[in-house]
C-alpha cells in the first residue's frame, strides 16, 4: 500500500485525504493503488453512502484559494469510484441520490466540467446481480442430445461451468465480509445458493454412479466424471472440479471395492492425479501454483479463499486504538478480495445449451440426504466379512469439503416449477420429432436416466397407451417434486401400507426413493 506517512493504521478521513491528493492535475493516479484498495474495502467500515456523502461534505467545505483543485481532485476520486466499482453506483439507490447531488451542487457551485466526470447515466444494468435465478440468453439453435450417457466430457464440463460462473459472478463483497465475519449464512442467500450448488453437483454424481445396477456399468459413469473432471480443469473451472472429486471421493462412492476394480490403470492414474491436485497438504499448495499459473477466465475454489480471508480477520484487529483503521489488514483482505472480484468480469466463450442447462438445474436441485445416498450404496455392495470394519455412515471424503457442509438446496416452488416447465418444453422441443404432443417410453427413459431413481414410467403412464404426453410429464416431475416436500419435513401426509420388496422402490404417489440397508428392503407405500 502506497503513501508511508499512513504508516500501519489511520482515519478513515486520513486515508480519504491521502487517496484524493494521489491524483494529479489530469486525473491521473501514475501507479498508486490506494485509492483502488481503499474503494475496494471502505464497506469493511462504513457504507458507500457514507463515504459519499464525506466526499459531498469535503467538496462543500472546500476553501481557500486551492479550493478549485480540491474540488476537481475530489471529482477525479468519484470518477475513478464510478470507473472502477460501476455496480455500486447502479444497485445502491442510495449512492444513485448523492451522486444526483453532487452534480447539483457542482452545477449551483459553477463547476460544468465536474458534472460529467460523474456523470452515471452511461452506466449498464446490473439488476441480474439481484436475480438469483436470472438466465442468460443465447443466440446458440438447434436441438441438443440430452442423455448423460451420449453427452461427451468437454459438454457436461461447459455446462456445468457455466452454472458455476452464472452464481459466482452475482457473490458481491458484501456477502464475502458477512460471512467472513459472522461465520454463517444466515441472510446471505446468494453465497448460500452458491455453495448449494457446489453441494448439488457432488451429490449428483454420486447419485449417478449408483444409478447404475453393476459394477461395471458403475465404474463407466466414475470413469466419464474423471474424463469430465479433467476437462473442467481445462477450463479453469476448479470450483467445480473440487465438487466432482468431492462426490466421488465421498465414501459412498469411494468404498465401492467390486466398481473400482473395473477401473484401467490409465483411469485410475489420472484420478489420482485430480485428487492429488485438490488435496488440502501444504495448505492447498498444489491447488494454488495451478490456479496462479492461470491467465484469463478462471474459477477457484470458493472454499479455500473464503478460509484465506476467515485466517485474516482472526488474526488482525479491524481497528487500532479505536478510530484508525488496521491499514495490514486492508491490504491482505484485499489481495484476495480484489482477485475474487476482478474473476467475475472475466470474459469467457462458453456458448450453453439452454435445453441441456433446464435439464442440469433440475437434477442439480434434487434432494437427497448423505444417509440416503450410503444406505444405496451398502444396498448395491453389500458389507462383507472380508470387511467387518466398514462404517455403517457416510464418512468425511478425502477432498475436505467442510466449508460447503449443511448446506442444501431450498426447495421454492415456483421457482422449481418453472425449471419443470422449462425442462419439459426442452425435452418436446428436442424429442417429439413428428410434433405430435408425445413422446416414446424409450426417449423418455433416457431423459429420466438424469434424474436417479425417480424413472417410474409404469406408474406414470395412466391410459397405457406406450406414449408420454407433456401433461404426463409435467405430473411425473411435479410428484418427483414432492419428493423434495416429503424429506423437508411435516405437513405431507401419507396413509401406509408395509409392503415387502427385493430391490430399491418408489412411493407410487409422490415417487418418493425408499431404501433400507438389509437384504430384503421394506418400502411402505403411500
Excluded at 479550493?67 to 447502479?90: G, Q, T, V
Excluded at 457416510?394 to 426447495?411: D, M
Aim: glycine residues 4%.
Amino acid at each position: 500500500m502506497e503513501s508511508n506517512t499512513l504508516g500501519k493504521a489511520a482515519t478513515l478521513d486520513e486515508l480519504l485525504h491521502a487517496c484524493i491528493k494521489m491524483f494529479d492535475d489530469k486525473g491521473e493516479l501514475n501507479g498508486n493503488n490506494l485509492p483502488r484498495t481503499f474503494l475496494l474495502m471502505h464497506r469493511w467500515y462504513l457504507s458507500s453512502t457514507e463515504l459519499a456523502n464525506k466526499l459531498l461534505s469535503l467538496y462543500r467545505n472546500a476553501n481557500g484559494g486551492n479550493c478549485s483543485e480540491i474540488r476537481l481532485k475530489i471529482c477525479y476520486f468519484m470518477r475513478y469510484w464510478i470507473l472502477e466499482f460501476p455496480a455500486e453506483f447502479n444497485l445502491d439507490l442510495g449512492l444513485v441520490h448523492l451522486t444526483e447531488e453532487f452534480q447539483e451542487l457542482a452545477c449551483h457551485l459553477g463547476y460544468e466540467e465536474h458534472i460529467h466526470l460523474i456523470d452515471i447515466s452511461s452506466i449498464p444494468s446490473y439488476d441480474w446481480m439481484r436475480r438469483i435465478t436470472q438466465r442468460k440468453k443465447t443466440s446458440k439453435k438447434g436441438k441438443a442430445c440430452l442423455l448423460f450417457d451420449h453427452l461427451e466430457p468437454i459438454e457436461l464440463a461447459e455446462h456445468l461451468t457455466f452454472l458455476e460462473y452464472k452464481s459466482f459472478r452475482r457473490i458481491s463483497f458484501t456477502d464475502y465480509q458477512s460471512y467472513v465475519i459472522h461465520g454463517c449464512l444466515e441472510n446471505n442467500p446468494t453465497l448460500e445458493r452458491s455453495i448449494a450448488l457446489f453441494n448439488g453437483i457432488s451429490k449428483w454424481v454420486q447419485l449417478m454412479v449408483l444409478s447404475k445396477p453393476t459394477p461395471q456399468q458403475r465404474a463407466e459413469v466414475i470413469t466419464k466424471f474423471i474424463n469430465v473432471a479433467q476437462k473442467l480443469l481445462q477450463l479453469q473451472n476448479f470450483n467445480t472440479l473440487m465438487a466432482v472429486v468431492g462426490g466421488l471421493s465421498h465414501s459412498s462412492i469411494s468404498r465401492l471395492k467390486e466398481t473400482h476394480s473395473y477401473l484401467s490403470s490409465e483411469v485410475t492414474k489420472d484420478w489420482d492425479e485430480m485428487t492429488e491436485l485438490v488435496s488440502s497438504n501444504g495448505n492447498y499448495c498444489n491447488y494454488r501454483k495451478t490456479f496462479a499459473d492461470c491467465v484469463n477466465f478462471k474459477i477457484p475454489i470458493l472454499g479455500v479463499h473464503l478460509k484465506d480471508l476467515i485466517a485474516v480477520h482472526v488474526v488482525f484487529p479491524d481497528w487500532i486504538n479505536e478510530d484508525k483503521a488496521n491499514l495490514v489488514k486492508m491490504q491482505q483482505l484485499s489481495v484476495t478480495l480484489s482477485e475474487l472480484i476482478a474473476l467475475q468480469t472475466a470474459s469467457h466463450h462458453l456458448e450453453p445449451n439452454m435445453d441441456l442447462i433446464n435439464l442440469l438445474t433440475l437434477s442439480l436441485d434434487l434432494y437427497h440426504t448423505e444417509d440416503d445416498i450410503y444406505k444405496l450404496s451398502l444396498v448395491l455392495e453389500p458389507r462383507t466379512s472380508k470387511s467387518p470394519t466398514s462404517p455403517t455412515t457416510p464418512t468425511k471424503p478425502g477432498v475436505p469439503l467442510e466449508w460447503a457442509s449443511g448446506v442444501i438446496p431450498k426447495p421454492d416452488p415456483s421457482v422449481i416449477n418453472k425449471h419443470i416447465q422449462k425442462l419439459v418444453d426442452s425435452v418436446f422441443k428436442n424429442y417429439d420429432h413428428d410434433h405430435d404432443g408425445y413422446i416414446s417410453q424409450e426417449d423418455f427413459e433416457s431423459i429420466a436416466a438424469n434424474f436417479p431413481f425417480l424413472d417410474s414410467f409404469c406408474v406414470l403412464d395412466k391410459d397405457q397407451d406406450g406414449l408420454i404426453s407433456k401433461g404426463e410429464m409435467m405430473a411425473y416431475f411435479l410428484r418427483a417434486k414432492s419428493q423434495l416436500q416429503c424429506k423437508m419435513g411435516p405437513g405431507f401426509i401419507h396413509n401406509f401400507q408395509e409392503m415387502t420388496y427385493l430391490k430399491p422402490t418408489f412411493c407410487e404417489h409422490c415417487a418418493g426413493f425408499t431404501v433400507v440397508p438389509t437384504a430384503i428392503n421394506s418400502a411402505e407405500i403411500c
